[in-house]
């Protein structure tokens, strides 16, 4: 066969060797035809190979994020996006400033404050009243697992003094009852009816935002970790993809993974295989998917609804009765896994506390004595604290950790908010990826954008040093929870391909896959560890095909945009 291109110059990682190879990488058709020294490929040139000139930069499997959400980040980044605040000074002020340009919104909505800006993480009502005092303000925390919001909304939602916690779910409240401006988990959805619907078109236009961003990032294909099925007016994301497929606007390959809505039941599998199989029959699997489904087990640790085994402390670090919240008993849990198992589908655990994790590998484990062992893949992801003894349990189940690794270490959310809370030493359980790795688990990665920047060279930098890029704090945790390069740049690629049922294409660099990668401007694997995050993408292509190029983007746009062939 003869290339159509040619990458020379510089450094290929395979990701089947235990380093970059100084080789060149032929390309025809898409798919990759070749890898080694030039005289081995010299035999497939013709005056007509493109030749990129790599200029001693290093290609790598293109990226795959196996857990973000990208269409509610596009739209977060349409609306008030508060990501960019520093304090409760900006995040108040952005809002003041969003309502100004947008006078004729009738609710003020949006995402993106950090929960350290605010005493307690539970910002208040009259903060927001203080600038928007006559239209609801209703805004999701960076983790999603909470709402900051207005007199108005409240009134507009009927939330009153009188208004209980809803299960799995609860307000901040004053000391008459009166709700204080946060509230958590399920009470997010009292405001589920009166909230404005998110139209189809500002969904399209939030994917295509989001994958503008993602690009430029050297990502070629994710697990969007919740797609709903809609209700009312609400956009249907599965449609929002599927049109975008169609299109030809959707250029990177993905998994959808159908949202279990914990109030719905067993009933629910019948319409989610339904969507599963109308995408299937359209749509190559190599290009997207809805055969995951997402299963949210427990909340998160910073506001005490992340199920854990031990109580939580007060700020006193006296017990509490407090062990967090389970979404499901772990009877009905195993009930519902095991019939999604034996309809064939994967399940995407969220499982942040140890107890969580302990409930969905129980489930796991029920549906393999009822279905047998299979090819479905599933994960668990998150895993912010994982008891000892069930870190060898990922192995035996064949079930994937899908590791956050820019959460794991010191910043001023984890010491603030969570580690003065947990059970003593739990520092020493957190982020357990090396544990789990030197147990046998298959290691994914995944970033969970927009809760965190989806930036894959930044996750690695942290999952090698357990310390963010610029910090001067020390590790978080001991050194055997750290990975090697090596290890998170396979789980950023050929593991999280595997979990996508992608890996017989895409993930690694050899003949006869196609051709997803991304050149980075600097070889990882010689870095200093705490130079890590100093490298950046230059090139994305998928296919085969330069979807972004740096060079041609950095002087003509603030934000950079894929280019197309």
Known sequence: MHAEILFENGWVYTGNDAGPLRANLAITGGRIIAVGTPDAINGTLTPETRRVDLKGQLVVPGFQDAHIHPIFAGIELLQCDLTEATSAEEAVATVARYAADNPDEPWILGAGWSLDFFPGGTPTRELLDAVVPNRPVYLLNRDHHGAWANTAAFEAAGIGAGTPDPEGGRLEREEDGTPAGTVHEGAMDLFNAVKPAVPYEL???????????????????????????????HADHLDVYTDAAKAGDLKVRVTACQWWDR??????LEAITDRRDRVADSFDHHQLNANTVKVMVDGVAENY????????????????????????????LKEFVTAIDAAGMQVHFHALGDRAVTDALDALEAARESNGANDNRHHLAHLQVVRSEDVPRFAGLNAAANV????????????????PFLAP???DRHYPFGELASAGARLVAGSDWPVSTADPVAAIHVAVNRIAPGEDLPPLGPESQKLSVKQILDAYTQGSAWINHLDTKTGTLEPGKLADLAVLDLNVFDLPAEELHRAVVTQTWIGGECVYDRALTRDSQAQPAPVMP
């Open 203 to 233: 969904a399209y236009q939030g994917l295509l935002a989001s994958q503008q961003l993602l690009l430029a990032q050297g990502i070629t294909a994710w697990q969007d970790a919740w797609v709903p099925i809609p209700e009312g007016e």
């Open 263 to 268: 109030t719905a039941g067993m009933a629910q």
């Open 305 to 332: 609804t992340a199920a854990m085994h031990h109580v939580y402390l007060d700020h006193h670090g006296h017990h509490t009765d407090n062990r967090g919240i389970e979404f499901f008993e772990p009877e009905e």
């Open 404 to 419: 956050q690794a820019l959460w794991a270490c010191h910043e001023e959310q984890m010491d603030t908010l969570t580690l």
């Open 425 to 427: 030493g739990a520092e």
